[in-house]
């Protein structure tokens, strides 16, 4: 083969027009450099809240972690209560074995090959890409048993504690512009007139507006960052001139419908990672140990005394006989932008921990779904024949069952067991595993025909004939099509998810109290619907109806926005294609 | 390998032996199972067919849609599992290749695909397109990948610029380049052309006609050419292989393939070629039906069931042609209500003599024989079968007919064996052109002069 291999590249010249993109910010690094600039001082802005959110990322895989690490020792634990203790420390490594296989699977292709050279075995293609797989599973195994069972360990949990308890520290140390220190609202009215405690003596509802107002404004700068690096990127670094996704993005921005859509997740989506400055009290003192913490108050005889949270949202009851409406202080001297609940909460920190619960659920309910789906999918539609029907058959067999009620027995199950995985966000997380479990299927019927389609395309034949292998094939030139109409379902979906949790928690299964829960309100405030209290009901209701028509709009839009045969009739790509 | 040109002679020595054969296919079949569990019947897409390519030059392969033709390529480069039969390249039997075997030996041989919209992946750009194959099988480094994709690009006829475009922005001519590109990546000795230019206008046709004869003359390469387009094949191609239902009917050097067809299917393909002259002589051969379903392939020739010079028995070779015809019709129909399968409804809706789809066979005897002046002897028979058929006893029917009016063509054997009997592989000219048809056995005549005395 190689005695015939032409050389015709010798006789070719280099353009001068061949650059990757990292040269191309070395040639002219400005544009790039102003935008970082840009986003370093917005990070530096909200440098607190960036290292709240790590610490959080921390607490989540800290989470996930530990419960993947207790898979294999209570497998191990159940085989070796029937089998003796010798089979249940075999099934424990076996178990910890398999898992580790299964993580390495698609991250070994990005191991360098140096790391199978060492051993020094003359191997083939395939071998070379198992011994990659084994080697990773040995050092998987091997660091999971050095922390399992040697003094290691302890060190180690030790490190983890301090890097997390680091982040804490810098989390609460840190400024940030939107921080409640640094413009506070909670304070109490002074007996001469004007507010003590609050930002520079203003009433705490300006206090609150101006926090509120400088969330969403720097929400929106930092968005509008962002899209202006994806514009710096395409206009001074990006070597195609045109890609497929400038055309998708173009007919994005012409949707109106869509941009709606867009606007109120993205409100909605500010709402929950911000809620901690949104809320006019904080969540912790109003909500969830609202007897744990006083607070400062000016009473009716002129003295400033101190209450409980506890004692005052039971004076401050939305019930129909009484009612803090919206945009109204209560006996307290307390800022209730949206009023307050039928016991006598705050109705805004309600909401804007609610959307935090109902965001966390449904990101990872449809994630979950989605990436079960995709994976399937993928392996369905390129393999057809016993994997196919076998997938049709388990999602069939989930299907069968209707949605709501496997949910509910589910979830009553764990919940009764007490299971750990019911203990995070009072169940919220259970939930979520669980609309994963009953939603794929769905996801999965809706993209099995795209894929199938996909995987009938020649590209994929001409793949197979030159020898890719068939996980790269599946990742390149399947998996991008299945993207799509995965992200346009997912986005459907997102709001039966959160209408569903809504609904489970109206009926008193789902998420427990204290968590906030929009559908919780609403079970709450549905008797006060006649009376002066209709707010308590009604505000939940309606934030629910639009964000899932949000959610909906959105990807009728991105649906639109993908298919390229939206508008034909303008192609300007075609024209500006040519050449040669 | 180095002392072959593009091959034009046709005389070449076809043997089995010749010292410059590339591929050799002995006995290949591929069928398709339907992927249910319970039927045994596979589509047979490729029924035992055998050739051999030489190096460097180029072999057509035609035939009508559905004959087996891409199966046959496919199978060839292994995207396709054989059921059977070997396929030798360079001495090595690439259908018992495994895994990283198959992987090295895949940069061998390439295919050119039919449709260039849908060989393309258009979230890749060009460049990423060509270099696939480059980076699949590790070549060099990847500046040395680039730029052999750009000197690929500027092989074809596109420029280093089209490096970044992706291939919603170019035309359907320049798509197939850009295939083309991706299909010389690996340097490859044999490419597998899937109708490369089916479905391009004709004025781009020409051109990636040539770009392929420039590209085969620059790089030794060697082509198996699929196409439909005769006109093409025979401007193109060294060899021309006739298929039809899976089996190769006529093989051999194009021109002598073209001016002088020894086997009835190649008579029949060639003369639906329009002719510019007005007052050209033979006649066109109308072929009658559809060709048979290649789950049910007919007993003996493949082709006997549309065949217009099938062999007669001697007791009515001066029948009538359109009774002929009209007892062909008839078998096929016979063949066809054997295989379906009647519901419960559909037998229920016959016992009370409701109509079903199954139109009672008095019905189809008329439409058949009519209008026609049958002879007493063998409209007797007719009637024979027809009630047979009527009573659901299929089998019988088909026995009688064969007894009476089936030859050799139909696989009865004339020595009187059970095994139905196909055709050989008969050596029509002195260039090792093959043609499989009982016509060729001296006991018979030959096709040509069968077809002129009918028509």
Same mark, same amino acid.
């Given at each position: 083969m190689s005695t015939r291999?032409?050389?015709?590249?010798?006789e070719f010249e280099e353009p001068d027009?061949? !650059?990757?993109s990292r040269d191309r910010i070395r040639e002219n690094p400005r544009p790039a450099m102003v935008w970082l600039g840009g986003l370093a001082v917005l990070l530096l802005l909200e440098i607190g809240r960036v290292f709240a959110g790590v610490g959080q990322l921390f607490g989540i895989v800290g989470f996930t972690v530990e419960l993947l690490a207790s898979v294999p020792t209570s497998v191990g634990g159940n085989v070796g209560g029937t089998l003796g203790s010798a089979a249940g420390f075999v099934a424990t490594a076996i178990t910890a074995i398999l898992m580790a296989f299964a993580i390495t699977v698609? *991250?070994?292709?990005?191991?360098?090959?140096g790391a199978v050279d060492v051993l020094g075995l003359d191997l083939s293609r395939r071998g070379h890409r198992w011994a990659k797989r084994a080697e990773l599973t040995f050092v998987l195994v091997a660091l999971a048993g050095l922390i399992a069972y040697t003094p290691f360990g302890g060190v180690f949990s030790a490190l983890i504690g301090a890097i997390t308890g680091g982040v804490d520290a810098l989390a609460s140390s840190l400024p940030a512009i939107t921080s409640r220190d640094l413009i506070p609202n909670t304070g109490h009215r002074l007996p001469e007139g004007g507010w003590e405690g609050t930002f520079l003596g203003l009433s705490p509802a300006v206090a609150w507006a101006i926090r509120t107002g400088l969330v969403f404004a720097y929400a929106t700068a930092f968005l509008a960052w962002m899209w202006r690096g994806f514009d710096v990127y395409r206009t001074?670094?990006?070597?195609?001139?045109? !890609?497929p996704r400038d055309d998708t993005v173009r007919r994005f921005r012409n949707n109106y419908w869509g941009l709606f859509g867009f606007a109120i997740v993205f409100v909605f989506v500010v709402l929950a990672l911000w809620a901690p400055a949104v809320s006019p009290v904080e969540a912790q003192h109003n909500i969830y140990e609202p007897n744990a913490h006083e607070f400062e108050y000016l009473s009716d005889d002129g003295e400033v005394t101190s209450t409980t949270h506890v004692f005052a949202n039971l004076q401050s009851r939305s019930d129909g006989q009484n009612t803090i409406g919206p945009m109204s202080y209560d006996d307290y001297g307390r800022w209730a932008p949206l009023g307050t609940t039928?016991?006598?909460?705050?109705m805004m920190t309600h909401l804007s921990h609610g959307a935090r619960t109902s965001l966390v659920i449904g990101v990872t309910a449809i994630g979950l779904g989605a990436l079960i789906a995709v994976v399937l999918s993928l392996l369905s539609s390129y393999y057809k024949g016993i994997t196919d029907i076998a997938t049709v058959m388990a999602s069939d067999t989930i299907q069968a069952v209707p949605a709501l009620l496997l949910i509910m027995l589910v979830s009553v199950v764990f919940q009764e067991a007490d299971h750990?995985?019911?203990q995070p966000l009072d169940g919220g997380l259970l939930l979520a595993l669980i609309f994963a479990f009953a939603y794929w299927p769905g996801m999965w019927r809706s993209i099995r025909g795209p894929s199938l389609q996909v995987s009938e395309q020649e590209w994929v034949d001409a793949a197979k004939s030159y020898g890719q292998t068939p996980l790269q094939t599946m990742r390149k030139h399947m998996a991008p099509y299945i993207a799509g109409y995965i992200l346009i379902y997912g986005s459907l979906l997102i709001g039966g998810v959160i209408i569903s949790t809504a609904a489970l928690t109206f009926l008193g299964l789902g998420i427990n109290p204290p968590t906030p829960e929009w559908g919780r309100l609403i079970d709450g405030g549905q008797s006060y *619907?006649?009376?002066?209290?209709?707010h308590v009901a009604t505000i939940p209701g309606v934030a629910i109806v639009l964000v899932v028509i949000a959610f909906n709009a959105l990807g009728d839009a991105i649906r639109d926005a993908i298919d390229?045969?939206?508008?034909v009739d303008e192609s300007e790509a075609a024209a500006t294609g040519g050449g040669a | 390998m180095s002392q072959n040109t593009v091959s034009t002679t046709p005389d070449r020595d076809a043997a089995e032996t010749a010292p410059d054969t590339m591929v050799k296919v002995r006995n290949l079949k591929t069928y398709y199972d339907s992927?249910?569990?319970?039927?045994?019947?596979?589509?047979?897409? *490729?029924?035992g067919v055998s050739f051999d390519i030489q190096r460097g030059e180029t072999l057509g392969l035609v035939g009508e849609s559905g004959c087996g033709k891409t199966t046959l390529g496919r199978t060839l480069i292994q995207l396709e599992e054989a059921t059977d039969g070997e396929v030798l390249f360079d001495g090595t039997d690439i259908t018992s290749l495994r895994g990283d075997q198959l992987y090295e030996w895949r940069q061998n041989a390439q295919m050119v695909f039919q449709d260039p919209d849908s060989s393309l992946?258009?979230?890749?750009t060009i460049g990423e397109i060509i270099r696939e194959p480059l980076d699949v099988h590790e070549w060099k480094t990847s500046a040395d990948r680039r730029k052999r994709v750009k000197s690929l690009l500027d092989e074809v006829g596109?420029?280093? /610029?089209?490096?970044?475009?992706?291939?919603?922005?170019?035309?359907g001519g320049q798509r197939q380049r850009i295939g083309i590109a991706r299909t010389l990546a690996l340097n490859p000795e044999f490419i597998v052309l899937? /109708?490369? *230019?089916?479905?391009?206008?004709v004025s781009v046709q020409a051109e990636i006609i040539n770009l392929l004869e420039d590209l085969q003359e620059e790089f030794d390469l060697t082509y198996l050419f699929i196409a439909h387009d005769l006109s093409v094949v025979r401007h193109i191609c060294d060899r021309v292989a006739v298929m039809y239902l899976g089996n190769i009917m006529e093989i051999g050097p194009t021109e002598e393939l073209f001016t002088d067809p020894a086997n009835p299917y190649t008579h029949a393909l060639l003369s639906?070629?329009?002719?510019?002259?007005? !007052?050209?002589?033979r006649d066109r051969i109308t072929l009658h039906? !559809?060709?048979?379903n290649p789950r049910y392939p007919p007993a003996g020739c493949p082709f006997s069931t549309r065949c217009p010079t099938r062999i007669r028995p001697d007791e009515h070779e001066e029948l009538d042609d359109e009774v002929w015809e009209g007892i062909n019709g008839f078998r096929e129909i016979i063949r066809e209500r054997m295989r379906a399968d009647r519901s419960i409804r559909e037998r229920l809706r016959e016992r009370i003599g409701w109509e079903t789809r199954f139109a009672t066979i008095d019905e189809t005897y008329d439409e058949l024989f009519g209008d026609l002046t049958v002879p007493d002897d063998v409209e007797a028979v007719l009637t024979e079968v027809a009630e047979a058929a009527g009573n659901h006893e299929e089998r019988e029917a088909l026995d009688r007919l064969n007894t009476e009016f089936g030859s050799v063509c139909d696989?009865?054997?004339?020595?009187?064996?059970d095994d139905p009997v196909e055709p050989e592989y008969y050596e029509v000219s002195d260039s090792g052109r093959l043609s499989y048809c009982h016509?060729?056995?001296?006991e018979h005549r030959e096709t040509a002069t069968v077809l002129d005395n009918r028509s």
């Amino acid at each position: 083969m190689s005695t015939r291999q032409r050389d015709s590249t010798d006789e070719f010249e280099e353009p001068d027009d061949d !650059t990757l993109s990292r040269d191309r910010i070395r040639e002219n690094p400005r544009p790039a450099m102003v935008w970082l600039g840009g986003l370093a001082v917005l990070l530096l802005l909200e440098i607190g809240r960036v290292f709240a959110g790590v610490g959080q990322l921390f607490g989540i895989v800290g989470f996930t972690v530990e419960l993947l690490a207790s898979v294999p020792t209570s497998v191990g634990g159940n085989v070796g209560g029937t089998l003796g203790s010798a089979a249940g420390f075999v099934a424990t490594a076996i178990t910890a074995i398999l898992m580790a296989f299964a993580i390495t699977v698609p *991250v070994a292709g990005s191991v360098p090959d140096g790391a199978v050279d060492v051993l020094g075995l003359d191997l083939s293609r395939r071998g070379h890409r198992w011994a990659k797989r084994a080697e990773l599973t040995f050092v998987l195994v091997a660091l999971a048993g050095l922390i399992a069972y040697t003094p290691f360990g302890g060190v180690f949990s030790a490190l983890i504690g301090a890097i997390t308890g680091g982040v804490d520290a810098l989390a609460s140390s840190l400024p940030a512009i939107t921080s409640r220190d640094l413009i506070p609202n909670t304070g109490h009215r002074l007996p001469e007139g004007g507010w003590e405690g609050t930002f520079l003596g203003l009433s705490p509802a300006v206090a609150w507006a101006i926090r509120t107002g400088l969330v969403f404004a720097y929400a929106t700068a930092f968005l509008a960052w962002m899209w202006r690096g994806f514009d710096v990127y395409r206009t001074h670094y990006r070597l195609a001139d045109w !890609t497929p996704r400038d055309d998708t993005v173009r007919r994005f921005r012409n949707n109106y419908w869509g941009l709606f859509g867009f606007a109120i997740v993205f409100v909605f989506v500010v709402l929950a990672l911000w809620a901690p400055a949104v809320s006019p009290v904080e969540a912790q003192h109003n909500i969830y140990e609202p007897n744990a913490h006083e607070f400062e108050y000016l009473s009716d005889d002129g003295e400033v005394t101190s209450t409980t949270h506890v004692f005052a949202n039971l004076q401050s009851r939305s019930d129909g006989q009484n009612t803090i409406g919206p945009m109204s202080y209560d006996d307290y001297g307390r800022w209730a932008p949206l009023g307050t609940t039928n016991r006598g909460q705050d109705m805004m920190t309600h909401l804007s921990h609610g959307a935090r619960t109902s965001l966390v659920i449904g990101v990872t309910a449809i994630g979950l779904g989605a990436l079960i789906a995709v994976v399937l999918s993928l392996l369905s539609s390129y393999y057809k024949g016993i994997t196919d029907i076998a997938t049709v058959m388990a999602s069939d067999t989930i299907q069968a069952v209707p949605a709501l009620l496997l949910i509910m027995l589910v979830s009553v199950v764990f919940q009764e067991a007490d299971h750990p995985i019911a203990q995070p966000l009072d169940g919220g997380l259970l939930l979520a595993l669980i609309f994963a479990f009953a939603y794929w299927p769905g996801m999965w019927r809706s993209i099995r025909g795209p894929s199938l389609q996909v995987s009938e395309q020649e590209w994929v034949d001409a793949a197979k004939s030159y020898g890719q292998t068939p996980l790269q094939t599946m990742r390149k030139h399947m998996a991008p099509y299945i993207a799509g109409y995965i992200l346009i379902y997912g986005s459907l979906l997102i709001g039966g998810v959160i209408i569903s949790t809504a609904a489970l928690t109206f009926l008193g299964l789902g998420i427990n109290p204290p968590t906030p829960e929009w559908g919780r309100l609403i079970d709450g405030g549905q008797s006060y *619907v006649s009376t002066d209290s209709w707010h308590v009901a009604t505000i939940p209701g309606v934030a629910i109806v639009l964000v899932v028509i949000a959610f909906n709009a959105l990807g009728d839009a991105i649906r639109d926005a993908i298919d390229p045969e939206a508008d034909v009739d303008e192609s300007e790509a075609a024209a500006t294609g040519g050449g040669a | 390998m180095s002392q072959n040109t593009v091959s034009t002679t046709p005389d070449r020595d076809a043997a089995e032996t010749a010292p410059d054969t590339m591929v050799k296919v002995r006995n290949l079949k591929t069928y398709y199972d339907s992927g249910g569990l319970f039927d045994d019947r596979p589509v047979k897409a *490729v029924d035992g067919v055998s050739f051999d390519i030489q190096r460097g030059e180029t072999l057509g392969l035609v035939g009508e849609s559905g004959c087996g033709k891409t199966t046959l390529g496919r199978t060839l480069i292994q995207l396709e599992e054989a059921t059977d039969g070997e396929v030798l390249f360079d001495g090595t039997d690439i259908t018992s290749l495994r895994g990283d075997q198959l992987y090295e030996w895949r940069q061998n041989a390439q295919m050119v695909f039919q449709d260039p919209d849908s060989s393309l992946n258009d979230r890749m750009t060009i460049g990423e397109i060509i270099r696939e194959p480059l980076d699949v099988h590790e070549w060099k480094t990847s500046a040395d990948r680039r730029k052999r994709v750009k000197s690929l690009l500027d092989e074809v006829g596109l420029s280093p /610029e089209h490096y970044y475009r992706y291939p919603h922005q170019f035309s359907g001519g320049q798509r197939q380049r850009i295939g083309i590109a991706r299909t010389l990546a690996l340097n490859p000795e044999f490419i597998v052309l899937d /109708e490369p *230019v089916s479905a391009l206008d004709v004025s781009v046709q020409a051109e990636i006609i040539n770009l392929l004869e420039d590209l085969q003359e620059e790089f030794d390469l060697t082509y198996l050419f699929i196409a439909h387009d005769l006109s093409v094949v025979r401007h193109i191609c060294d060899r021309v292989a006739v298929m039809y239902l899976g089996n190769i009917m006529e093989i051999g050097p194009t021109e002598e393939l073209f001016t002088d067809p020894a086997n009835p299917y190649t008579h029949a393909l060639l003369s639906a070629i329009p002719k510019p002259d007005p !007052t050209a002589s033979r006649d066109r051969i109308t072929l009658h039906g !559809t060709p048979p379903n290649p789950r049910y392939p007919p007993a003996g020739c493949p082709f006997s069931t549309r065949c217009p010079t099938r062999i007669r028995p001697d007791e009515h070779e001066e029948l009538d042609d359109e009774v002929w015809e009209g007892i062909n019709g008839f078998r096929e129909i016979i063949r066809e209500r054997m295989r379906a399968d009647r519901s419960i409804r559909e037998r229920l809706r016959e016992r009370i003599g409701w109509e079903t789809r199954f139109a009672t066979i008095d019905e189809t005897y008329d439409e058949l024989f009519g209008d026609l002046t049958v002879p007493d002897d063998v409209e007797a028979v007719l009637t024979e079968v027809a009630e047979a058929a009527g009573n659901h006893e299929e089998r019988e029917a088909l026995d009688r007919l064969n007894t009476e009016f089936g030859s050799v063509c139909d696989g009865v054997d004339p020595d009187g064996g059970d095994d139905p009997v196909e055709p050989e592989y008969y050596e029509v000219s002195d260039s090792g052109r093959l043609s499989y048809c009982h016509r060729h056995d001296d006991e018979h005549r030959e096709t040509a002069t069968v077809l002129d005395n009918r028509s």
